[in-house]
């Protein structure tokens, strides 16, 4: 199937740990974002990629680092994350041609504890 | 950052209804896109209505865009209980901004 993937769907963790949540979309897309979703449902955009270059990086804590492999992936990686970590984010991707029409991962929901 | 808002925050219909759900922004915009998210799943793009575009439809969904008054409405006709989801407008400035839905329930 063609579609944006993420990995894991849900993700629970301890205060202080580090961890990371993948990306990948087989739709020949050449522009992936990551999205923070927080308890109003309010999305807010984190970082975005083109052709593996950042081209947005929002006011996000350094404890994030997007990392993009090649133009299907976008991996997020969280160090020592906070309980205000816990959120839903989704991963999408776009064709630069056609930006406006975003396609979304399922979502990854990662708890903090 | 130009995030769309939508109003009312929660709609609940019965089987048949028609929904109307609004979304207002702030600023010019080149267009302007509604979303569903079903609980659980990501977004789903529904329909994009350019700026120079007054009225839009696809299928059962008929989108208008008023500039002057930056506001956007979604009208889901003869809704079905599968129309049940959290719907989302966003404008691009530079790239997407969303508001925080409108909760639609369908009653059967």
């Known amino acids: 199937d063609t579609a944006v993937s993420q990995t894991p769907k849900y993700l629970v963790t301890q205060m202080g740990n580090d961890k990371s949540i993948k990306c990948e979309q087989n739709l020949g897309h050449d522009t992936m974002y990551w999205y923070k979703q927080d308890s109003k449902k309010f999305l807010k955009i984190m970082f975005s990629y083109n052709n593996k270059e950042l081209i947005i990086n929002e006011t996000v804590p350094n404890r994030f680092s997007p990392k993009s492999p090649d133009k299907a992936h976008l991996n997020l990686h969280i160090n020592s994350l906070e309980l205000g970590d816990s959120a839903v984010y989704f991963c999408?991707?776009?064709?630069?041609?056609?930006?406006?029409?975003?396609?979304f991962g399922p979502g990854t929901r990662l708890t903090v504890l | 950052s130009q995030q769309g808002e939508e109003d009312p925050q929660a709609l609940s219909i019965q089987e048949g209804e028609n929904a109307t759900m609004n979304c207002s922004y702030k600023?010019?915009?080149?267009?302007l896109q509604w979303y569903r998210q079903n609980s659980g799943r990501g977004l789903v793009h529904l329909i994009l209505i350019r700026s120079n575009e007054r009225e839009k439809h696809s299928g059962r969904l008929r989108v208008t865009l008023d500039t002057s008054k930056k506001s956007s409405s979604l009208l889901i006709t003869a809704s079905r209980a599968a129309d049940t989801a959290s719907y989302f407008c966003?404008?691009?400035?530079?790239?997407?901004?969303f508001g925080a839905g409108t909760r639609l329930t369908v009653k059967p």
């Open positions: 600023t010019s915009i080149n267009n």
């Open positions: 999408a991707s776009t064709y630069s041609g056609k930006r406006n029409e975003q396609f």
């Open positions: 966003a404008t691009d400035d530079n790239d997407m901004r």
